[in-house]
């Protein structure tokens, strides 16, 4: 099935995360390897680089969560009943991680980015990533991914839908790319 045949929800998806790539080409374009490792705040806060690399980590933790859950999905069992709306605490969860940032949250200690990366494997690992929610989507257009759950990765306790491990990841994308935007406009402010 190809992209633009997908269900709306699914096409909005890859979609953002199309935009993001752009997004991210903008963030960086002309940067130095040194630019994008630099760390604002005194090195307190992630530099570009690093806003990548937890991206990495996040889908790729995600997507080890999201994949086989898919995968043993019988459609004709769970055949898709519509596009996903979110319910009322996953929109509340959603729109805490939306850019602008309202609240911080400390990030697991399981997707804390080192320093000093390389830019070239952080970003081809990064459109990888891509790739794989690209393949995830296409996988799930017959599947009714609200009624799949899988364990959040990082909160045990805590399951969600496939519907809404797809919207974090969007989501949660869109607010450290605003965050790597806030770091070039302080680069440039420092004049680094």
Same mark, same amino acid.
């Given at each position: 099935?190809?992209?633009?045949?997908?269900?709306?929800?699914?096409?909005?998806?890859?979609?953002?995360?199309? /935009?993001?790539?752009?997004?991210?080409?903008? /963030?960086?374009?002309?940067?130095s390897s040194?630019?994008?490792?630099?760390? *604002?705040?005194?090195?307190?806060?992630?530099?570009?680089?690093?806003?990548?690399? #937890?991206?990495?980590?996040?889908?790729?933790?995600?997507?080890?969560?999201?994949?086989?859950?898919?995968?043993?999905?019988?459609p004709?069992?769970?055949?898709?009943?519509?596009?996903?709306?979110?319910?009322?605490?996953a929109?509340?969860?959603?729109?805490?991680?939306?850019?602008?940032?309202q609240?911080k949250? *400390?990030? *697991?200690?399981?997707?804390?980015?080192?320093?000093?990366l390389?830019?070239?494997?952080?970003?081809?690992?990064?459109?990888?990533? #891509?790739?794989?929610?690209r393949?995830?989507?296409?996988?799930?257009?017959?599947?009714?991914?609200?009624?799949?759950?899988?364990?959040? *990765?990082?909160?045990?306790?805590?399951?969600?839908s496939?519907?809404?491990?797809?919207q974090?990841? /969007?989501?949660?994308?869109h607010?450290?790319?605003?965050?790597a935007?806030?770091?070039?406009r302080?680069?440039?402010?420092?004049?680094?």
């Amino acid at each position: 099935m190809s992209i633009k045949t997908l269900p709306s929800d699914l096409r909005e998806a890859v979609a953002t995360i199309t /935009v993001n790539e752009q997004t991210a080409e903008t /963030v960086m374009a002309g940067l130095s390897s040194f630019q994008l490792n630099w760390q *604002p705040n005194g090195g307190k806060a992630w530099s570009i680089l690093q806003c990548l690399e #937890h991206l990495n980590k996040a889908h790729n933790a995600y997507l080890k969560s999201m994949l086989p859950v898919l995968r043993a999905a019988d459609p004709a069992k769970i055949p898709r009943r519509g596009d996903y709306v979110p319910g009322f605490c996953a929109g509340v969860f959603l729109s805490m991680l939306a850019p602008p940032v309202q609240v911080k949250v *400390p990030a *697991p200690s399981q997707i804390i980015p080192s320093s000093n990366l390389d830019s070239d494997k952080v970003l081809a690992a990064w459109l990888q990533t #891509h790739n794989e929610i690209r393949q995830f989507a296409t996988e799930a257009a017959s599947v009714d991914l609200a009624s799949l759950s899988m364990q959040n *990765p990082f909160v045990k306790v805590l399951n969600v839908s496939l519907a809404t491990a797809l919207q974090i990841l /969007v989501t949660h994308e869109h607010r450290h790319l605003w965050q790597a935007g806030q770091v070039r406009r302080a680069l440039e402010a420092a004049g680094a």
